[in-house]
């Protein structure tokens, strides 16, 4: 079992899936949630960004920590799991009959799953319903699907219009989860509109995700980059500042000491006015010749 030390080339993903995102996004910066570099590059973070474009290092990478979702066998990292298992049972009690169907693949059960559906719709239409192995967010164990029945047959986009799935979109966030691959945002998520994959994410970054005015990861993910790239720039700033402080202040020493040794030297308008005093003799200092 390896843990992945970094996501490869999740900067180059992100900014060539962004490239269909709006120019400005709703929060400022400043008010998202603090995150270090590593949250957004380390596999094993549930912040962790993975789509069509960004591989897992290693590709065969396994979560540790795997628990059983309840007693249905299916497993995800603990704190997924919880999240899940909570929005269920509050979904149940709310009257909507949802299941967990899919929760962690192996990157070896990804293939066969990916394969199959190559098999069967090609590999265009299969990159768009499935993602390679090494590119799935449930090898993270951070992801599942949900459903009215065990039958994969209920994945379908019209599931976002039943009442469960409404139920599921509206309440998602109070759980940290969120809907990973919403409807309209294919060219930025990779993926068509699947209303029953959520992904956890945690509630904290699930609520400002909800109120920053993004509406996929990606762009949330972006947002989050930016925080890390502001301090650099402003301590940049405050740098600059400082020098051209200190510049402008030698600057003025300088000025300063140029004055005050002017006062001891004899200039032309001085010499001027010695030109027509009387000889040093008939000053009255009392010199003789």
């Known amino acids: 079992m390896r843990l992945a030390s970094a996501l490869t080339g999740t900067v180059l993903a992100s900014a060539l899936l962004l490239s269909a995102a709006p120019a400005s996004l709703a929060a400022p910066t400043?008010?998202?949630?603090?995150v270090e570099s590593s949250?957004?590059?380390?596999?094993?973070?549930?912040?962790?960004?993975?789509?069509?474009?960004?591989?897992?290092?290693?590709?065969?990478?396994?979560?540790?920590?795997?628990?059983?979702?309840?007693?249905?066998?299916l497993t995800l990292r603990a704190e997924a799991a919880q999240a899940v298992e909570d929005l269920i049972a509050d979904a149940r009690a709310a009257g909507h009959s949802i299941k967990l169907l899919s929760a962690y693949r192996s990157?070896?059960?990804?293939?066969?799953?990916?394969?199959?559906?190559?098999?069967?719709?090609?590999?265009?239409?299969?990159?768009?319903?499935?993602?390679?192995?090494?590119?799935?967010?449930?090898?993270?164990?951070?992801?599942?699907?949900?459903?009215?029945?065990?039958?994969?047959?209920?994945?379908?986009?019209?599931?976002?219009?039943?009442?469960?799935?409404?139920?599921?979109?509206?309440?998602?966030?109070d759980y940290g989860l969120i809907i990973r691959y919403p409807q309209g945002k294919e060219e930025i998520t990779g993926y068509k509109y699947e209303?029953?994959?959520?992904?956890?994410?945690?509630?904290?970054?699930?609520?400002?995700?909800?109120?920053?005015?993004?509406?996929?990861?990606?762009?949330?993910?972006?947002?989050?980059?930016?925080?890390?790239?502001?301090?650099?720039?402003?301590?940049s700033a405050v740098a600059k500042e400082e020098e051209s402080d200190s510049s402008n202040k030698s600057e003025k020493e300088s000025a300063k000491d140029s004055e005050e040794v002017g006062h001891g030297v004899v200039k032309e308008d001085d010499l001027l006015v010695l030109r027509f005093l009387p000889p040093y003799r008939d000053w009255g200092f009392g010199f003789t010749e």
């Open 195 to 235: 209303p029953w994959h959520v992904r956890y994410i945690g509630k904290e970054h699930a609520k400002a995700l909800a109120e920053s005015g993004a509406e996929t990861y990606e762009e949330y993910f972006q947002m989050l980059s930016k925080t890390l790239e502001e301090p650099k720039t402003e301590a």
């Open 107 to 173: 990157y070896e059960r990804q293939a066969a799953l990916f394969n199959q559906y190559q098999s069967k719709y090609g590999t265009a239409y299969a990159e768009r319903i499935s993602a390679r192995p090494g590119t799935s967010e449930h090898q993270l164990g951070l992801a599942a699907d949900l459903g009215y029945t065990n039958s994969r047959a209920e994945l379908k986009e019209e599931f976002g219009q039943t009442p469960a799935g409404i139920w599921i979109a509206k309440h998602a966030s």
């Open 39 to 73: 949250q957004l590059s380390d596999a094993s973070s549930m912040l962790a960004l993975i789509n069509p474009t960004t591989k897992l290092s290693p590709e065969d990478y396994t979560p540790t920590k795997l628990v059983s979702v309840g007693s249905t066998g």
């Open 30 to 34: 400043e008010d998202l949630p603090a």
